[in-house]
């Protein structure tokens, strides 16, 4: 079961990449309605680019983001025109029906309600998992979301990283998490950089730990 942690790495699956219980997978900047100005928790407040939104989507950042542009993203099938729009998960929403309806993290979540005994018999078949997070990543946020950590209930007044282990998914076991877990079938590494940007030795260093 390699595959799963090469494929991981190179984020061919996103569940595994990017379980994505951040807020938003986009780097941090500004989006805003066009000609508009937002401000970057960075810096301080700058226009935003004069362009279509599928163009400067991708500058925008977690905390900055205009929540109805981003949310809009969900009243169609996101799959059909901008497939990052199925890694944005608004805390504040996770209730809507545009979320639960189009978005592929309700499904992968187990948040839609609907019966998940064939994924967790999936997810179960796999031997072992590794999570690798970049302690300096600015893609996913929280970046903690990388080891399956999450926003908070207090989300955004709180801006800390819910644990694992006190996530919902987790707790209720909603796709098999926790039963991985106990299995010990979980590993967990970090390495200091950007998102994904872990060098050839750390690579070879995390499959010799774990798959030789």
């Given amino acids: 079961h390699s595959a799963a942690f090469l494929s991981c790495l190179y984020q061919s699956i996103p569940v595994l990449c990017h379980p994505a219980r951040a807020v938003a997978i986009l780097p941090r900047s500004c989006l805003c309605s066009p000609g508009s100005v937002s401000a970057s928790p960075r810096s301080q407040p700058s226009p935003c680019p004069t362009a279509p939104l599928s163009l400067y989507l991708s500058r925008c950042a977690p905390l900055t983001l205009a929540p109805l542009a981003a949310f809009s993203l969900l009243m169609f099938d996101p799959g059909d025109a901008r497939a990052q729009a199925n890694y944005f998960r608004d805390p504040t929403k996770t209730n809507s029906t545009p979320y639960l309806r189009h978005s592929e993290l309700a499904k992968w979540n187990g948040e839609t309600g609907e019966d998940m005994s ?42 800390s990283a819910l644990p694992m282990k006190q996530t919902r998914w987790y707790t209720e076991d ?39």
């Fill in 174 to 212: 909603t796709f098999g998490l926790r039963t991985a877990e106990e299995a010990g079938k979980n590993f967990f590494e970090t390495f200091k950089g950007e998102h994904i940007r872990f060098t050839e030795a750390e690579l070879q260093q995390w499959l010799v730990k774990h798959f030789v």
């Fill in 118 to 159: 064939a994924h967790k018999a999936n997810w179960a078949k796999t031997q072992r998992f590794v999570w690798v997070m970049g302690t300096e990543d600015t893609m996913v946020w929280p970046r903690e979301g990388e080891h399956w950590a999450a926003p908070t209930d207090k989300y955004p007044k709180d801006l």
